[in-house]
């Protein structure tokens, strides 16, 4: 097989590996058949793409396609370490900042418009072009919501615990890390790790339905909330944990939409009014809601996030059949040594 | 500010991560690589953190710098460098970046199926096998290695009463062997090995204090080494090794083969020369042997020598913009 061709990159923090070429791509028709399609018969090279030896435990990458229906400019899949994802915000930074670096957008004049076909729907982009480099990426995200305020559940190390229950993308279970005392810097990541762990666990016993699409149901995402940030012009800290161990080292796209969801329904943010969220390396993304509506007593917004990403090296990935672990592996929490 | 390039040759090492630098390295000052490496620890050390911490690397990363070898009867000079500094040797590291280099070409070595390297730690020879343009496995003698503690019992956090070993293969490994208590690595999960390493390793400095007689700065049990009966039929014995913060190395570990043929050699468990098949987590195999017997510091010591193989898996250009914030790359070790 001849390499494959990618771009990395990384976004306030998190890698993205964009493929330009040499990964077979499927015939099928839809998104979600290629998305299938893939899971069946080429899983392994997400696995030879995300995991180490070439990866690491926060590699995504992103397959970009020609685009497969009428006014997208590309069609995504969106490659994480576990599963195939409908939408990533950081990805989305990454994809648009490298497809720009590389020169495969004819556009020129700042911002330049790009519109990704995902399998969570259509994402707009627009990239702002700064002497010729990229200097910063806003998308919209889907429709996010606070489903529950105050939804309380109780851990074993941790005692009671409030949970806010917001979807950005993906369900999050928005907790205060202040009152649990627990300091949201990476050296702290163990304890951070077991606390979300616990936290997820709990949530995971009850179900959360999307109102609009029952089959989103579950809230396993921790989103720790703080106080206490790197720069002080921030408006809130904030470490997203994908259990049992990922510690998103971005302020995390999705995580940040239901942030937005979440205070805008509170009444703590205005429309449009933007909030400063930063991550765990004092990087951040700026979320706001840019328009909202009610529907049967649910509050929903349209975030629009906005960050930076940088282009890390230019890789070609190389397989050979006599490696007995071509394929990639995981030193994971589960499984005996 | 331009951009800074680095080109590398990206694989592994029985699945622990090299990453061999061929363009871009910068030029240092010194009559050796040793002075090579403090040079370059002064100066350049953004480099290293760069190539070696995430977003381009990760906890496990680690590689080499080539620069052409000072001393006239070397055929290259490797400087090290990985997560936690610039080591002056590496096993996992050696073998890899001798295998890329032949395969690559960019070593023609004076003798064939001889490499002679000169490393930060001195001069190593390393003899390849070459099957077609593939480098099928490279061995190198490793340095003086001895037991240094024999059946030590403690009572130790989460395991209880047991008895280890402390042996000398380049670090200080403290080396437990199936029992009561632990178990058998077999047993143990990666979660286990992370939780209950460091504790242990904690408690076991409290209690000795091992240091190398002609190097002071190299003392204490730095490096835990679990072990349980091989998977696979033609391996003598697995092990995870951990080290550092929070890493367990994924290849069978040159300088923990070293120890452990030390202390299994000191017990009478192992001959002169006798093949001795190191198995990792991975299921990777070291083949390590004790290549003689010698006095070292008026104590028997030997002489190990870890033969391995190492896979090329893609070519790098990594570009860094000193308008990233991150450019010297970050770790939250």
Not at chain 2, 204 to 232: E, Y
Not at chain 2, 288 to 309: D, L, M, Q, T, Y
Request: aromatic fraction near 8%.
């Amino acid at each position: 097989m001849e390499p494959i061709q990618v771009i990395d990159s990384h976004t306030e923090g998190n890698p993205t590996r964009v493929i330009l070429s040499g990964f077979p791509i499927p015939k099928n028709k839809t998104l979600l058949e290629r998305v299938n399609y893939l899971k069946k018969k080429q899983d392994h090279l997400r696995k030879i793409l995300n995991h180490e030896p070439r990866g690491n435990g926060m590699m995504c990458s992103v397959l970009v396609m020609p685009p497969m229906i009428r006014g997208c400019d590309y069609s995504l899949i969106i490659m994480e370490q576990d599963e195939y994802v409908p939408m990533c915000g950081h990805c989305i930074i990454g994809t648009a900042t490298t497809l720009v670096y590389a020169k495969k957008i004819k556009q020129k004049k700042s911002p330049v418009t790009i519109k990704f076909h995902t399998l969570a729907g259509i994402v707009e982009c627009k990239v702002y072009i700064k002497n010729g480099n990229v200097d910063y990426v806003s998308f919209i995200n889907v429709e996010s919501f606070l489903l529950n305020q105050n939804y309380k559940i109780k851990t074993k190390n941790y005692g009671k615990i409030n949970v806010d229950v917001a979807f950005g993308g993906d369900y999050y279970a928005i907790v205060n890390a202040d009152k649990l005392k627990i300091k949201l810097n990476l050296q702290n990541d163990q304890e951070i790790i077991k606390c979300a762990n616990e936290i997820s666990a709990e949530m995971l016993k009850k179900k959360f339905p999307h109102p609009k699409n029952k089959k989103i149901n579950r809230c396993y995402m921790v989103q720790f909330i703080s106080n206490k940030k790197i720069n002080k012009k921030n408006s809130s800290k904030t470490t997203v944990v994908a259990p049992p161990g990922a510690i998103d080292r971005s302020p995390c796209g999705t995580g940040t939409s239901a942030r937005v969801a979440q205070l805008f329904t509170k009444g703590k943010l205005k429309l449009n009014k933007k909030f400063h969220n930063e991550g765990p390396l004092g990087t951040k993304f700026i979320g706001k809601a840019i328009s909202s509506k009610m529907e049967n007593k649910i509050l929903y917004i349209r975030p629009q996030i906005t960050g930076r990403a940088y282009i890390t090296g230019i890789n070609q990935i190389i397989l050979d059949k006599n490696d007995p672990i071509q394929n990639g592996f995981r030193v994971g929490s589960k499984g005996k040594l | 500010m331009k951009d800074k390039i680095f080109h590398s040759i990206e694989g592994h090492t029985c699945g622990n991560p090299v990453r061999m630098i061929i363009k871009g390295a910068p030029k240092l000052k010194g009559n050796s690589m040793s002075d090579y490496r403090n040079y370059f620890i002064k100066n350049f050390d953004w480099i290293r953190t760069s190539l070696m911490f995430e977003p381009r690397g990760h906890d496990m990363m680690s590689g080499s710098i080539l620069y052409p070898a000072l001393n006239k009867k070397c055929d290259v000079g490797i400087l090290f460098i990985e997560t936690t500094g610039c080591l002056p040797m590496c096993g996992h590291g050696f073998i890899g970046t001798i295998t890329f280099a032949l395969e690559k070409k960019i070593i023609k070595p004076k003798k064939i199926g001889i490499v002679i390297a000169e490393t930060p730690a001195g001069i190593v020879t390393a003899e390849y096998k070459k099957v077609g343009n593939k480098i099928k496995s490279v061995k190198f003698k490793n340095i003086e290695s001895w037991l240094e503690i024999k059946n030590f019992q403690a009572n130790l956090p989460e395991i209880g009463k047991v008895k280890f070993d402390v042996a000398y293969g380049g670090n200080f490994y403290a080396i437990f062997d199936p029992q009561e208590g632990f178990g058998s690595l077999n047993k143990m999960t990666a979660a286990d090995v992370l939780r209950i390493s460091p504790k242990v390793r904690d408690e076991i400095n409290k209690l000795i204090k091992p240091i190398h007689p002609f190097n002071k700065n190299i003392k204490g049990v730095t490096h835990i080494m679990w072990t349980g009966k091989a998977k696979l039929k033609n391996s003598s014995s697995r092990n995870a090794v951990f080290y550092g913060k929070n890493a367990i190395d994924r290849s069978p570990c040159g300088t923990g083969t070293s120890a452990r043929l030390a202390q299994l050699h000191a017990k009478g468990k192992l001959k002169i020369k006798e093949k001795f098949v190191h198995e990792s987590i991975l299921g990777t195999q070291f083949v390590g042997r004790v290549e003689s017997e010698i006095i070292f510091n008026n104590k028997k010591a030997i002489i190990p020598s870890v033969e391995g193989w190492s896979v090329i898996t893609g070519e790098s250009k990594f570009i860094i913009s000193k308008s990233d914030p991150f450019y010297k790359g970050f770790s939250i070790i």
